[in-house]
C-alpha cells in the first residue's frame, strides 16, 4: 500500500525540521572566520564553568558516537534557546518542590531550624583604633611668608623656603632661612589625624557579618569598627545538584560539583605521605633550579570557593577539619624548603568586610583576586597595600557561570555584586600581546607591558584564576606574561627569561599543576 501523498509531506517536513539546525550550523561553519568560532566557544567554557566536549581522536566505535553527539550538542545553533526553554519548565516544578514541598518535609523529619555563629576572626590593619582627631594644617601656604624671629645676639629676617604638608599619618617639615645671613632651621608639622566620617552601618545576618564603616574625608583611607558576628544557618540542607555540576547552596549561593570539589571540601581525598612525597620532590627539583638560576619561585594554591564560604554549603559529613589541601601545605612547610602559598586564612578574614567570591559563579572576585595577590607579593617580598588603602566601588556586575552551568534561570539570580578595586591607575598600560575580556576571559597567552618602576618580568601560569589577578599585577611588573597551564611551550622563551615566576592551581586542580612539573624543569634545564 502507498503512503498517502499528505503522509509524505508531514513526515518530509518532520525530517527538515529535525535536520535544520545541524543544516545551519554547518553553513555557519563554513562562512565564518574559524578563529572567531574558536573564540565564541572559549567564551562560552568561561561562562560555564567547565570544558566543552572535544571532537574525539580515537575510533573506539563504543563510544565514538557519543562523542560526536556530546560535540555537536555543545555547538549546534539554539543551544542558548533550547536551555532556556528548559530553564522554565524546570524551575517550575523545581521552585513548587524547594519552596513549600521540601521545608515541610525537612521540618517532619528533621526538626526545626538552627542556628549558630560564625565567629570574628583576628581582624588585620583594617580594624586598628586610630586616632580620629584632626588637627587642622596652617591655611597660608605662600612661601614667601616672612617671619621675624628674635635671638639673643641679633635679630634674623626669616622666610619660608621649603613646606611639605603634614598628611593624616605623617609628619610634615617647614624649613626657613634668614633673608640676610643664610642661617636656617626647620619645624616639624605634626600629623593632621584621620578626620573619619560614618558611611554605612549594617548588623550581622546570614549574609553578612556586622560592621560601622569610617571613611576619612582627607585621605580616603576606610576603617571598620564594631564588627559583629555572621549569622549561620545549620539547619538540615539536602545536597541537591542541577544539571550535573550545581550546587545550591543555602540562600542562593551555588557551588561546584566537578572535578572532585564536594572530596575536596569534605576532606575524603587526602593525601597519603607517599603522595605528598612524589609531589613535593619534584616541586623541590623546580625549586632549586629557579635559585640556581635567579629566578624567584611562588607556588600559588587558590582555595576552592566551598572552603571559605562553608556557611552556605549544604549539610554534608566532613570526614576531617584538615582539608587536602591543609595537610600538603603543612607537610611541605615541615620537610621542604619550597615557597607556597594557601591564602585561604587571608580570604576568610577579608570577607568580614566584603565578599571575597562571586555567589553564582567559582571564581574569587575583584576583591578576592586583590587579596590573593597581595598574598603572593608577601610570599615574593614585595610591598603590600591593605585593603584599606585603596579605593573601591560597588557594581552591580554579576557573574552567573554556575547558573548556566546548572541551566537555571538567569532572572532569579540578580542577588550579587562586586567590589571594582582601584589599584595604583597612574600606571599605564603601554603594550599588550593577546586578547583581554575580563567577564568572558583572556587568551591562553596574554603579554603586557606598563609604565610600572619594578622592571622585573614576571610569568605567571595558571588557570582562569589568573585573569582576575591581572589589573594589579599589571600595576607592579613592567612585563607580565600570563599563560593557562597548558600552554607551557608557547611562552618557553619567557619562562627562561623570567625573574618572577609564579605556578599556580585552583585546589582542584592542583594534580594538574603537579603535572605540570617535569615540563617545566625540561624548560629551564634546556637554556
Not at 526538626?111 to 570574628?120: E, H, N, T, V
Not at 568580614?352 to 567570591?357: A, I, K, L, P, S
Not at 627569561?497 to 624543569?521: G, K, Q, T
Request: overall charge negative; hydrophobic content about 35%; charged content about 30%.
Amino acid at each position: 500500500m502507498f503512503m498517502k501523498t499528505g503522509n509524505r509531506i508531514r513526515i518530509i517536513i518532520f525530517i527538515l525540521i529535525l535536520a535544520l539546525p545541524s543544516v545551519i550550523w554547518g553553513v555557519i561553519l563554513l562562512a565564518s572566520d574559524r578563529e572567531e568560532i574558536e573564540n565564541q566557544y572559549e567564551a562560552m567554557e568561561n561562562k560555564e564553568n567547565r570544558t566543552l566536549a572535544k571532537w574525539p581522536e580515537d575510533s573506539d566505535i563504543s563510544s565514538y558516537t557519543s562523542q560526536v553527539e556530546a560535540y555537536y550538542n555543545d555547538r549546534v545553533p539554539f543551544r542558548a534557546h533550547i536551555l532556556s526553554a528548559s530553564e522554565k519548565v524546570n524551575d517550575t516544578l523545581e521552585s513548587t518542590y524547594r519552596d513549600s514541598i521540601r521545608p515541610a518535609l525537612i521540618s517532619l523529619f528533621y526538626g526545626g531550624s538552627g542556628q549558630d555563629i560564625l565567629d570574628i576572626p583576628d581582624l588585620a590593619s583594617l580594624n586598628e583604633e586610630d586616632d580620629t582627631s584632626v588637627i587642622n594644617p596652617p591655611e597660608d601656604d605662600n612661601l614667601n611668608a616672612v617671619e621675624i624671629i628674635e635671638t639673643d645676639s641679633e635679630e634674623h629676617e626669616y622666610a619660608e623656603i621649603y613646606r611639605e604638608d603634614a598628611t593624616c599619618e605623617e609628619e610634615g617639615l617647614v624649613r626657613y632661612e634668614c633673608k640676610d645671613c643664610g642661617e636656617t632651621y626647620e619645624e616639624v608639622i605634626p600629623p593632621t589625624g584621620h578626620n573619619d566620617e560614618l558611611i554605612e552601618e549594617t548588623e550581622g545576618s546570614y549574609m553578612a557579618y556586622g560592621h560601622k564603616l569610617y571613611r576619612c574625608s582627607i585621605c580616603g583611607r576606610k576603617r571598620w569598627t564594631d564588627i559583629e558576628p555572621k549569622l549561620v544557618d545549620t539547619s538540615y540542607y539536602p545536597l541537591t545538584v542541577e544539571n550535573n555540576y550545581t550546587v545550591m547552596g543555602r540562600f542562593d549561593w551555588l557551588f561546584y560539583r566537578g572535578d572532585g570539589s564536594l572530596q575536596y571540601y569534605t576532606g575524603e581525598n587526602v593525601m597519603s605521605e607517599d603522595e605528598m612525597g612524589g609531589h613535593l620532590d619534584q616541586m623541590q627539583k623546580l625549586q632549586d633550579i629557579c635559585r640556581d638560576k635567579g629566578i624567584n619561585l611562588v607556588y600559588m594554591f587558590m582555595p576552592n570557593k566551598e572552603q571559605v564560604y562553608a556557611e552556605y554549603m549544604p549539610t554534608m559529613e566532613i570526614v576531617t577539619d584538615k582539608k587536602r589541601m591543609d595537610v600538603f601545605k603543612e607537610y611541605a612547610d615541615e620537610n621542604y624548603d619550597i615557597n607556597m602559598i594557601y591564602p585561604i586564612k587571608e580570604l576568610k578574614e577579608n570577607k568580614v568586610y566584603y565578599d571575597t567570591y562571586f555567589a553564582y559563579d567559582t571564581h574569587w572576585n575583584n576583591v578576592g583576586a586583590f587579596i590573593g595577590t597581595m598574598a603572593l607579593y608577601e610570599a615574593l617580598g614585595m610591598e603590600t597595600t591593605d585593603l584599606a588603602h585603596v579605593e573601591t566601588e560597588s557594581t552591580d556586575f554579576v557573574a552567573l557561570g554556575l547558573v548556566l552551568t546548572g541551566a537555571l534561570p538567569v532572572d532569579k539570580y540578580s542577588n550579587d555584586h562586586d567590589q571594582v578595586v582601584s589599584y595604583k591607575p597612574n600606571i599605564e598600560l603601554t603594550w599588550e600581546e593577546g586578547t583581554r575580556n575580563p567577564v568572558f576571559g583572556y587568551t591562553e597567552v596574554y603579554r603586557c607591558k606598563t609604565t610600572s618602576s619594578n622592571e622585573e618580568k614576571c610569568v605567571f601560569i595558571g588557570d582562569s584564576f589568573r585573569e582576575w589577578m591581572i589589573p594589579y599585577l599589571e600595576k607592579d611588573f613592567a612585563d607580565l606574561c600570563m599563560v593557562q597551564r597548558e600552554n607551557l611551550e608557547d611562552v618557553a622563551e619567557d619562562i627562561r627569561e623570567a625573574d618572577v615566576l609564579v605556578v599556580s592551581a585552583v585546589e582542584r586542580f592542583d594534580s594538574d599543576l603537579y603535572n605540570r612539573i617535569p615540563s617545566l624543569i625540561d624548560i629551564l634545564s634546556n637554556d
